[in-house]
C-alpha cells in the first residue's frame, strides 16, 4: 500500500470520526431531551390514572346495569346515552378474547374495540426463548375517532358483538417446508384455506359499523375492512376523513445492544407512488405526512407491524418516543391515520397488516418496497447489497445450514473476485519499492525547496518505467463499497438471527466470551472473541502490508497505521459476531493471497525489466506536458534527459 493510499485511508477514518463527534448531542440538548422526557413520562403518567379511574368509573356503572335494581340500570344506560349518543347501548359490556390463527400467527381480538389485542408469531422467541408478541395487552390503541350527534366517539371504548360462536379460529392447509413460509408464489401453487373474524358495532337496525378481519393460510398479511352501513345518518357528512389511532408500546425481543434493536427501531413509511422514509433511528421524533401515504410500518430491528392502506390514506402524524435503559420497552410508537370518508349509505375502507419478519425477500415479493424496511446502508452501499450480497447469501442457504461456513464461502467468493485487482495492487507496489533508488535520488537533488521540479522529474520517471503510481488504490476503491455493504448486511440479517457458531450462540449479536464486571468507554462491559481475533488479523497484515510498501510513507502514519485495528476493536467490540467474523476471514484471506503472490513474484526481475522500460522512448502524456508548461511560466527549466 502506498503513501497516497495510506492517507486515504486515514482521511475517511478521520471523516468517520470527526462525522460521529460532530453528531453527538450537545449538553444543552441532551438536558433538553432529558425535559421532554420527563413531560412525556408525566403525561402518560396522568394519562394512565385516567385510564385507570376510565376503568373503575365503567366497572361500577356495568355494576349498576347488572344489578338487580331497574333504576339504577336505567339510570347507567341513560348516563351512556347523554355520553356516546346513539353508540351509548355499546359503552358497557364485559370484555371477552378470541383467537386467529394460522401455521404462522396468532392474532387475539378483544371485542372491546374490536382491535386487535396481540400479536405472536410462532415460529419464533425472543432472546431469552420466550414467546415472541409483537405487541399485547390494555396499552394498545387502536379505533376510530369521529364526532357523531356532536360528541367525540373513540370506537376502543365501546363493545362490538362478534359474528359467532367461535372462540378460537385456525386457519388450515397444506404442509409448508422450511424456507416457503409467507411466501406467495407457494401459496398460489398449494393454495390453503381463509377465515374470516367479524365485529360489528350496531346502532340500530340495519345501521353499523364493521370490522372484518381475514387471514389465509401461509401469509403475513391480514386483511382489514372497515364496512358503514347507514353511519352516514350519524356522523357528520363534512368530515371527509375518520381518524384511525394505532398505538402500543413497542417489547424488547433482542438482548439490549447500543448497534443492536435499540438502534435499529423507529417508524418508516411510503408516500403514495413515491418514495420511502423513516423517523430518526436514534432518537425520539415524529413527523406530518400531508400528501398521501400508501404504508407506516412500526419496526424493529427484524420484525414489524404495518398497515398497508388498498388505495391510500390522504394524511397521518406519526410519532415516536424512545426509551432508555429499560429491559422491557424500545419505544412507543403511535399514528394517526386518516381514513376517506365520503358519508354515503354504503362503504368500504379496504387495508390489510402486515405482522412478521424484517425478511429482505418476504417483504420485496408484495411490490409494495417494504424491503426497505431492511435498513440495507446508503444508496451505492444498498445496491451493493441488493444485488451482489443478499443473491449470493441466498443461493448458498438453498444447499447449506451452517452460516459460519456460508459467511466463509460469501468471503472466499467476494475475495476471489477481487484477487486480480489485489494481484495488480500487490504488482504496482512491488514496481515502487523497485523504483525507490532512484525516488530517493530526485528526492536528494531536488529538495524540498523545488517541489514542482521534483514532482515533474517523478512523474517523468514513473512514465518511463511504466509505473502507474495509483495502481495499489484500484483495489481498495473497489473493496470499500463492500466493506461498508457488510457493515450493514450483518446487523439487519435476520437469517443470522439465534443462529450458532462455534462460540458465538447468536450471530446476529456480539459473542461475549467475558462480561466485565464494569463498562469501558467506547468499548462496552463484555468481550467478544470475533473483534479480538479480527483485531489480531488486521494488526498482522499490516505488519505484512509495511513489508511489502515501499517506505515512503511520514514517520507517524505507520503508527497510525496499527492505531487503527484497535480503535476498530472497540468501535465493532458491540456490532453482531457475524460482522467481525466476516471481517476476521477476509484478513485471514488477503493475508494468504499476499503469501502465495509474494514467493511468485521476483522483484529483481520487476527491477531489471522497468530499467528496459526507461531505455525506450515515451511520448509525454497530457498531464506531463501541463507540469513542463506550469514550470516554465515559473520560470523553472525542465530536466534534461539522461
Known sequence: MDKKSIIGIGLIFA????????????????????????????????????????????????????????????????????EYGVFGVAAVGEETFTTLENNLMVITFSNKGGRIYSIRLKNYQTHDSLPLILFNGPKTQFGLNFFAQNRSIQTDQLYFKQFGSKTKTVVSGPEIKKGDEGKVKFNEENPGGKESVTFRLEVAPGKYMEYVYTLEYNSFLVGFDLNLQGMNQYIASNQPYLNFIWSFDVPRQERPARFGEDRYTNINYKFFEDDVDNLSQSKSDEANLNTRVKWIGFKQLFFSSTIIADESFPNAQISQIKTEDDKKYLANFRADIAFPYQGTQKETIGMKFFFGPNHYQTLKQYGLDLERQVYLGYPVVREVNKFVIIPIFNFLRRFISNFGIIILLLTLFIKSVLFPFTYKSYMSQAKMRALKPEIDELNEKFGKDKAMEKQQATMALYKKAGVNPMGGCLPMLLQFPILIAMFFFFPTSIELRQESFLWATDLSTYDSILNLPFEIPFYGSHVSLFCLLMTVATIFYTHLNQQTTASTAMPGMKTMMYMMPVMFLFILNSYPAGLSYYYFLANLITIGQTLLIRNFVDDDKIRAQLQVNKKKVVKKSNFQKRLEDMAKQRGVKPSKKK
Not at 37 to 53: C, E, F
Not at 61 to 66: F, G, K, Y
Open 15 to 82: 471523516i468517520l470520526v470527526i462525522f460521529s463527534l460532530v453528531n453527538q448531542p450537545s449538553k444543552e440538548e441532551i438536558e433538553a431531551t432529558k425535559r421532554k422526557q420527563d413531560s412525556i413520562a408525566q403525561v402518560n403518567a396522568d394519562l394512565a390514572l385516567q385510564q385507570q379511574k376510565l376503568k373503575e368509573q365503567q366497572v361500577t356503572e356495568q355494576a349498576l346495569i347488572q344489578s338487580s335494581d331497574t333504576s339504577f340500570r336505567e339510570k347507567a344506560l341513560q348516563n351512556k346515552v347523554d
